[in-house]
């Protein structure tokens, strides 16, 4: 019996000791990973975007049953602790200003490391036009080091240092310029952003940027949601950027991301 053979017979034998299928049955990629994705009542009640989170789902869904079969055929380490993949993606509405909803993608996880990572995004739904969006038209420019883009990342560090400074972070830490220099004057690197609920009806106070654990800190700070008052940059909105921002945050809102 060659040692490829008898590796497959191996593999066939322990399946079941697992949970998994017995040796007769085909052994697939949902078998080494329990992945899970799901999205909140607001977004189920919008079929186009619904549907759009959907299909970004299904091949997430796919991606990491992939990649959690392929470790387990070649990591040895995750054969013998029979080691099972979890994760997690979570679709939540941050906020409904308009016909613009903002969604929080949240991915969980656990893949037998030292611990469990979450990683953030954002996504920014036009209802009105069916599709997503960035934050692009809210501005007059947004040229990569240009004038809007130098500011926005000039607020969203003097953000993050506020709220650590808030937590109580030492002085020292926080001096630190490896954790903010991720932050940039480029669309792509200041970090995930919603548009913040306002005290007005059908306006944004603001933007808040999400930064999963990691991006600004160490992992043992945690993630950190930032808010920039739209007031701060109102020197650079556009016509519909001046339309859609208006009030202030409301506390309901401090309160959901309240560390």
Known sequence: MTILRLAALTSALLLPLFGWPAATQAIT????ADV?????ATIKAMPALAADCRR???RFTAKWRKEAAEAWRTDPYMRERRLRWTVERTYATASVVGPYVSVLRSDYLNTGGAHPNTQMDTILWDGTAGKRIGIRPFFTEMADNGPTMT?????????????????GIPAEMIADPEWLKGIKPQL?????VTLTPSTEAGKSA?????????????YAEGAYVVFVPWQAFKPHL?????????????AADMKKYAP
């Open 29 to 32: 990629p949902a078998h080494f």
């Open 36 to 40: 899970t994705v799901t999205t909140d």
């Open 56 to 58: 970004e789902g299904d």
């Open 151 to 167: 500011a926005l990342a000039k607020l969203v560090r003097a953000a993050v240092i506020a709220e650590k400074k808030a937590r």
């Open 188 to 192: 792509t690197a200041i970090g995930p």
């Open 206 to 218: 603001g933007l808040t940027v999400h930064f999963s654990p990691y991006d600004v800190g160490p």
């Open 238 to 250: 556009s016509a519909a950027g001046a339309a859609i921002f208006a009030g202030a945050r409301p």
